[in-house]
């Protein structure tokens, strides 16, 4: 039974006692009160339409719990996640769009799939590559980007995507005097109220009761009041001149953008077929560059297009059923002419129509119903576009939720198996490609507010789901008039707990390097944005440079003798008494290529500096591995010093690298006569070796005691 136990960890489970479902059911429904509002809210952050956030609340969430070896992790869609999603999609297609949610959804499935293949194979432990310190830098920094890509939504601003996330908020800086007060009000209301919440009724769910009145209140005032309009009732000349510019120029974005594509296809299929270097490959390279070019262009004069139109208020004259008769500029209407008295911005245009927006935004309509289960688009192209990305995501998502998942079971006396935790995070996001999710993870919040309801096992995931389903089946109409103002302050009050800047600190104490990987990880994060994957991919290289580096020059020390009879370092303690006869020292690291050259420097240093020396000690307690460069280096050392007639002597030296030594031949040439288990061992041999030469040395352990008087 353990043994099956083992591949279906929800078994343990069984059989279900009814206080513990009780209490399972208790924080199941606790949970889904609040994943229902952020799931849409990282929906939206994710790039998605917000309705897709429930599609990865509902199967993936069970799934997870199911199948990973944590009895509290709430899974589901967490804002990091997220926003790595966002970022790396919108360089491949404009978000929210259907090619968007396609690769979303792909993205999904493959990170499901590298962490099913680390989960199966036991490869858990590659998430020490990211250290900790990069971790909290890019966190950091990764918080303060998702919050900031907030605030276009916050004040009801529009807000640019290029390549460069900085820019893209300094344009909405430079918009905040357009801010759409109502929208603002509906978003300080909601962080008003959870911050309330939070603070004087920290059991209530503060996110739902921001929900419910912020909703309630949008459909009581009309907060959305929009309306369609068609580009024919545009009645003034030169707006309706930039109307067509915009729609013309979406259309021909679009098909430059489909001729890129199509020649970045061309341009593959050659580099297989004819090779790097062929006149073919060049030719094709130069189309695909002007593709891009072109595009580029196309994109940033619909852009500027669209910025001037924004900037026109509108207004329009309606018939006795409140229809649009015609569009006018709020400033230049006719006379004689009679208007709604209301003011609109032109939002929204493709082919003939367009959106009036006199309101605030809210979530619109959800479909009804169970996501449609199909195969994600596994087109070759697509799926090495996103491999890297998906490797990304998957270490960082699963470090995310193996960190909660280890904080409380350990609260819990429990035990957490990393490699069952990959499979079940990766089978929850290969579902999640199956039925229509993006990328999700385990959730820091959420796994709290399910530990501290009381849970007892998966089960209240389980019933997460199904609440999440119940919203789906019958629940969705009730979400139409959320702001979306409303999912942005859910959004910022949930990432402000991320902004850690302490623990970039606490890296800087612990370690200079680390501090500097954390913050040139967030300094990078920042500066890439919106590609987080850059960001994170400085910091963990970094991090592996840094350690290389650290390792490259360990700590080498020449030992005198303590008045206890222990060696001690004499830089530390610089009147300790060494010899001329023998220099011992203790070398602080693994012998490997990166320091072994280090190394043999430090020894013929060593000698250089006592020229009478006639033995070398090398206390190698410390020495944890000996690689085939440093048996090379050390054999021809022993060899070149003993020829000089001087002896290398070996103290503490561990089972692993005496087996090397074996192996090699080195120990049959250094001598069983020269390695110790102890260095006192060690010193006596030689000492004995030395005889009269150092009776008077004051290194000496057996040094005879003075003649009496």
Not at 57 to 82: C, D, I, K, W
Not at 218 to 234: H, L, M, P, T
Not at 280 to 290: G, P, R, T
Request: glycine fraction near 8%; include cysteine; hydrophobic fraction near 50%.
């Amino acid at each position: 039974m353990n043994s099956i136990a083992r591949y279906l960890p929800f078994l343990r489970w069984f059989p279900l006692k009814e206080g513990a479902l009780k209490a399972d059911f208790v924080a199941g429904i606790t949970v889904a009160l609040v994943l229902i509002p952020q799931s849409m809210a990282y929906a939206q952050l994710a790039g998605m339409p917000a309705y897709y956030g429930l599609y990865a609340g509902f199967l993936p969430v069970a799934v997870a719990a199911l199948f990973g070896s944590s009895n509290f992790l709430g899974t589901g869609p967490v804002a990091v996640v997220s926003l790595l999603t966002a970022s790396s999609l919108a360089v491949l297609a404009a978000p929210g769009s259907p090619d968007f949610v396609a690769l979303a959804i792909l993205l999904a499935f493959l990170v499901g799939v590298v962490q099913l293949a680390l989960g199966l194979f036991k490869l858990g432990v590659v998430v020490n590559f990211l250290s900790h310190p990069v971790i909290v830098g890019f966190t950091n920094a990764a918080a303060i980007i998702i919050g900031l890509s907030q605030v276009s939504k916050l004040f009801g601003v529009p807000m640019g995507r290029s390549e460069s996330f900085l820019v893209d908020i300094w344009g909405v800086a430079k918009q905040l005097g357009d801010t759409h007060l109502p929208t603002l009000l509906m978003g300080v209301l909601a962080i008003a109220l959870m911050w309330g919440v939070k603070k004087y009724r920290p059991k209530w769910p503060g996110v739902l009761i921001a929900v419910v009145v912020t909703t309630v209140l949008s459909w009581a005032i009309g907060f959305e009041r929009n309306v369609s309009a068609r580009v024919d009732q545009v009645a003034d000349a030169h707006l309706k001149a930039m109307v067509v510019e915009v729609v013309e120029g979406t259309r021909k974005q679009v098909d430059l953008g489909k001729e890129r594509l199509a020649r970045v296809a061309d341009l593959k299929a050659a580099e297989k077929g004819a090779g790097h270097g062929s006149t073919q490959v060049a030719s094709l390279e130069y189309a695909a560059d002007l593709a891009e070019i072109a595009a580029t262009q196309a994109e940033e004069e619909v852009a500027k297009i669209k910025k001037a139109l924004r900037g026109v208020p509108v207004t329009r004259s309606v018939d006795e059923q409140g229809g649009t008769l015609a569009v006018y500029p709020i400033d230049n209407v006719p006379a004689g002419v009679e208007t709604d008295g209301h003011a609109y911005r032109i939002r929204k245009v493709e082919d003939g129509k367009f959106k009036l927006v006199g309101g605030g935004d809210v979530v619109g309509t959800i479909p009804e119903g169970l996501p449609s289960v199909s195969m994600p688009d596994l087109g070759i192209d697509r799926i090495m576009s996103l491999l890297s990305v998906a490797i990304v995501i998957s270490l960082v998502g699963f470090m995310e939720a193996i960190s909660i998942a280890k904080a409380l079971a350990a609260k819990a006396k429990q035990k957490v198996d990393p490699n069952q935790e990959l499979v079940g995070q990766g089978l929850a996001n290969i579902v999640g490609g199956f039925t229509q999710a993006f990328p999700v993870s385990g959730s820091f919040s959420r796994s709290a507010v399910n530990f501290n309801a009381g849970a007892v096992s998966g089960m209240s995931s389980v019933i997460t789901a199904a609440f999440v389903l119940l919203t789906l089946l019958f629940l969705t109409p009730l979400l139409y008039h959320l702001p979306q103002a409303v999912l942005a302050a859910i959004i910022i009050m949930a990432v402000i707990g991320l902004v850690n800047f302490e623990a970039v600190k606490h890296a800087w104490h612990a370690s200079r390097h680390d501090g500097v990987a954390a913050g040139i990880t967030f300094v990078a994060t920042l500066l890439y944005a919106p590609h987080l994957d850059h960001g994170i991919l400085v910091g963990a290289g970094l991090a592996i440079l840094l350690y290389l580096y650290r390792t490259m020059r360990p700590r080498v020390a020449i030992l005198g003798r303590f008045p206890d009879g222990t060696l001690r370092d004499i830089k530390v303690h610089p009147d300790l008494p060494t010899s001329e006869h023998v220099v011992a020292m203790r070398f602080d690291g693994s012998l490997y290529f990166a320091n072994i050259a280090f190394f043999e420097d430090a020894v013929l240093e060593a000698v250089a500096d006592h020229p009478k020396a006639k033995y070398v000690l090398i206390v190698g307690d410390a020495v944890n591995q000996l690689d085939a460069s440093g048996e090379e280096v050390v054999h021809h050392l022993v060899s070149r010093l003993r020829e000089g007639g001087v002896e290398i002597v070996f103290s503490g030296l561990k089972k692993q690298v005496l087996d090397v030594m074996r192996h090699t031949g080195l120990f049959e040439l250094v001598g069983q006569r020269n390695i110790f288990a102890t260095e006192d061992q060690a010193l006596t041999a030689i000492y004995e070796r030395l005889a009269d030469v150092a009776q008077d040395d004051l290194f000496c352990p057996v040094r005879p005691a003075p003649a009496a008087a």
